[in-house]
């Protein structure tokens, strides 16, 4: 007789058998700790996004094709996996929305096969681009005569870029269970689009509070512990001066160990008397440094009060040349800057500057912006002041320096209405950052068809720019009583890094690109920002000339279009670059 069904045996009224208890019964198959965790692969299979595997795969390819500095297979792969979480998240807040306008949606078998179909072209896209990628590289590193990439390279961007991916799809899914909780628990309360608006931003207010409050803070406390710790160390390769017209001498005003290292290594580097003589054939001074810590004295307007004081002890104002200069976030000064300047004036000058931190360029540009041009302006009045006090025909002539945040900061040390009655004679600023305002309204204002990596500005009587190549040197044009020139190159992305390049092309991608751009170089929505992004952080891992890594020869046109030293003939002046490039060589 065949068996009931379950609709005849309720209209019959019996019951059905009573189900085995927990205890007497085995656990179901497929059910046990153990096949739980083997199953989450294909669960998380199952919840993938077909959609932004699409638009993640787009993103990778994106990611993988050059910027400014050429990337190691490691950071590769670390940028490439962030860009396709970014991708993907994209695709599922896309399909987020579609459900949100309760708008129609596919059966549950056709979504599935449509993400097979999705994940087979993200794979394709992804195999693709990836054995390009060594030769997007490639078209950077030749340019900047660095040693282009061979062999597996590719497998490692890959395996990167999938544990990053994976990461942080784990971490996002983590804070959508945040959010999916408190979804539920409002539910019960409040409408249901009320209950899914608030779990989302509760979600986005811990990941805000995690990365802000947390990693972040933990980052900056560690550096600032780094850095300190770094600023106090003694090194023996620089041993205390002993001359007494030097700063951290037994007479200075300024103690040695108050110096912090930067300003350690710069009072008893750069050439002696002795060399540059030997090399100019004429008589050469001793140049004057003068330098104080961030342990010198704790307020600025006392710190920049101690520097003048140190370089009247000195005797800085009887020199002929007298360079201001901010240093980087660190106190660190370009010695290609200074080395050259004082070769170039026979050691008749005096460089000062002070410290305003010891994090480096870019770390003090996130937690302190301000604090480098505060310092400089301290400096600067405090050096103005008394310069203007001086008789015109007995002080020296007055210039302004920086390299990176030094250059924003120098940039921001003085007012123009407060100079224009006696103005300085110049200034030469290297790599200025993107946020630098004198450097970005010049490059705005420049003049039609000049390239924004290289413009021309007004009738070149002020504001000169250059880079690898001198370009300082503009038919027709004569110099004011002024003359400012940025050094910079197209390939630092300190300088052309772009906050709108998250959906708009920078300027300086439109064709001609610089010297040491790869050719290759394209603009993609939120990828070349991230690209841009890296490459400020690895601005020096480049050969020296190029990148945010500034060379001595160029150093040497931008001085001498800015202070027009006295006996240089062309043919010396090639001398002198040689020079530097056969040390540079030889150390």
Known sequence: MAPQSSSRRRRSGKAPPAAPTASAAPAPAGRGPLQWIARQPVELWRTFSGLGLVIGALFFAAALTPSLIPRAPLLQGVLSGVCFAIGYGIGVLLLAAWEWMQLPLANVRVRRNATWAAAAVALAVVLRFLWKSAEWQNSIRERMGM???????????????????????????????VGGMVRRWLARYVPERVSMLVGGLAAAALFWTLVDGVLFDGFIRLSDRSFQALDALMEPQFPAPTEPARTGSAESLVSWEELGRAGREFVVSGPTAEQIAAFTGRPAKQPIRVYAGLNSAEELDDRARLVLDEMIRAGAFDRKVLIVVVPTGTGWMDPAAMDTLEYLHDGDTAIVAMQYSYLTSWISLLVEPGYGSAAGRELFRAVYRHWTELPEDARPKLYLQGLSLGSY??????????????????????????????????????????????????????????????????????????????????????????PHSVWHKPDWMTPPLGPDVSPELRWYPVVTFLQLGLDMAIALAVPIGHGHYYAPEHYIDAWVAVTDPPGWTPEEVGRLKRHFIEARAGG
């Open 147 to 177: 040693p282009l990439l061979e062999g597996a390279e590719p497998f490692t961007v890959a395996l990167v870029a999938l544990v990053v991916f994976v990461l942080l799809l784990l971490v996002a899914r983590s804070f959508r269970g």
């Open 409 to 498: 900061g120098s940039e921001q040390s003085f007012r123009v209405h407060e100079v224009m009655a006696d103005p300085f004679q110049g200034a030469v600023w290297s790599g200025p950052p993107f946020p630098s305002p004198l450097w970005g309204g010049a490059t705005r204002e420049r003049n039609p068809g000049s390239p924004e990596w290289l413009p021309t500005y007004g009738d070149g009587s002020i504001i000169r720019f250059t880079n690898q190549e001198n370009h300082l040197d503009v038919p027709g044009a004569e110099w004011g009583p002024m003359r400012i020139v940025f050094l910079q190159y197209a390939s630092d992305p300190i300088t052309f890094f772009d």
